[in-house]
T-cell receptor, first 116, second 114 residues
Framework: GAVVSQHPSWVICKSGTSVKIECRSL??????MFWYRQFPKQSLMLMAT?????????EQGVEKDKFLINHASLTLSTLTVTSAHPEDSSFYIC????????????FGPGTRLLVL | GDSVTQMEGPVTLSEEAFLTINCTYT??????LFWYVQYPGEGLQLLLK?????DKGSNKGFEATYRKETTSFHLEKGSVQVSDSAVYFC?????????????FGTGTQLKVEL
């Protein structure tokens, strides 16, 4: 099946710094990418949806200035956590889908962020 | 809004035991239903899906039937193996967000022991 990679898999940063997480679709063109956040023993919560070349659509309650999403190409999307704080510590998962709303959605392995 | 409820884990079974992981949902209309599996250190993988009532999704010995009357999509396997140890997520894609959005349950961890 299609492969989605994330980098880094683990990141530790100091409070107040910004962290960028990359998501790549390795063998297909991802017209739509999704970013999720997962807390321990909780569900995946959709943060935002982005279409290549367009601004991301954020879910209610997600700060767009805090979580910057760029989907500049059909194989790369980035999530930047700006001025990170300890409460931003979480597991961030990206997902990519090819053309068509009903196309299969493939998930990356996730990035663990710890803000000290 | 849409929601998915699945049984809490962890579920611990002996090899060759029968597995059931319950999943119920709330959604308007007729959502598509999915089971995803996440093996340690890997991303979520689609295990099986069903798009309409009474459909049965199946893969790798796992099955789930779309039951509209009980709004359920329980995952079953007749004989589990150690290699099935993973976290299983039930999900739906409904009308919310123009059919673009997956709503997940909290996940159920399965541990299979020899």
């Amino acid at each position: 099946g299609a492969v989605v990679s994330q980098h880094p898999s683990w990141v530790i940063c100091k409070s107040g710094t910004s962290v960028k997480i990359e998501c790549r679709s390795l063998d297909f063109q991802a017209t739509t990418m999704f970013w999720y956040r997962q807390f321990p023993k909780q569900s995946l919560m959709l943060m935002a949806t982005s279409n290549e070349g367009s601004k991301a659509t954020y879910e209610q309650g997600v700060e767009k200035d805090k979580f910057l999403i760029n989907h500049a190409s059909l194989t790369l999307s980035t999530l930047t956590v700006t001025s990170a704080h300890p409460e931003d510590s979480s597991f961030y998962i990206c997902s990519a889908r090819g053309a068509g709303v009903m196309g299969a959605q493939y998930f990356g392995p996730g990035t663990r962020l710890l803000v000290l | 809004g849409d929601s998915v409820t699945q049984m809490e884990g962890p579920v611990t079974l002996s090899e060759e035991a029968f597995l059931t992981i319950n999943c119920t949902y709330t959604a308007t209309g007729y959502p598509s239903l999915f089971w995803y599996v996440q093996y340690p250190g890997e991303g979520l993988q689609l295990l099986l899906k069903a798009t309409k009532a009474d459909d049965k999704g199946s893969n790798k010995g796992f099955e789930a039937t779309y039951r509209k009357e009980t709004t359920s999509f329980h995952l079953e396997k007749g004989s589990v193996q150690v290699s099935d140890s993973a976290v299983y997520f039930c999900a739906l894609r409904g009308l919310t967000g123009g059919g673009n959005k997956l709503t997940f349950g909290t996940g159920t961890q399965l541990k299979v022991e020899l």
